[in-house]
């Protein structure tokens, strides 16, 4: 299941991309097929590490904000200023910090799942 929705500064939906999709009988692999890779600059301002090894993220920017998820943090690759870093970021170490990441967009209603986090 992926939970991702871009919203507006404002707090309304912007369109159609803000749709929030459970889809719990969708074909993850004619999903997969689809998958656009994308990237978003900004910092965590909201943070779940409520259910590991999952975690829920809102990244904002000066002109939105976007709701993501982790399936596996421990599968996601993380850089620390662009180099690739041995030292393991747990979840509560990424609140406020300004990233680059990385996810994979799965159409209008799915921004997507994170593949990489680049902090900063």
């Known amino acids: 299941m992926n939970f991702a929705r871009q919203l507006s500064l404002n707090g309304k939906d912007s369109g159609p991309d803000a749709a929030l999709d459970v889809g719990a ?10 998958a656009k890779i994308t990237s978003v600059e900004g910092q965590i301002t909201e943070l779940i590490c409520g259910h590991p090894p999952q975690v829920m993220l809102t990244l904002t920017n000066p002109t939105s904000q976007v709701l993501l998820h982790v399936k596996d943090i421990s599968a996601i690759k993380m850089e620390l200023q662009g180099t690739a870093h041995d030292k393991v970021f747990t979840c509560a170490d990424w609140m406020n910090r300004r990233v680059k ?20």
């Open 101 to 120: 990441v990385t996810f994979s967009e799965m159409g209008n209603a799915d921004p997507g799942e994170i593949q990489s986090i680049n902090f900063e």
């Open 25 to 34: 009988g969708d074909d993850q692999s004619q999903t997969i097929s689809k």
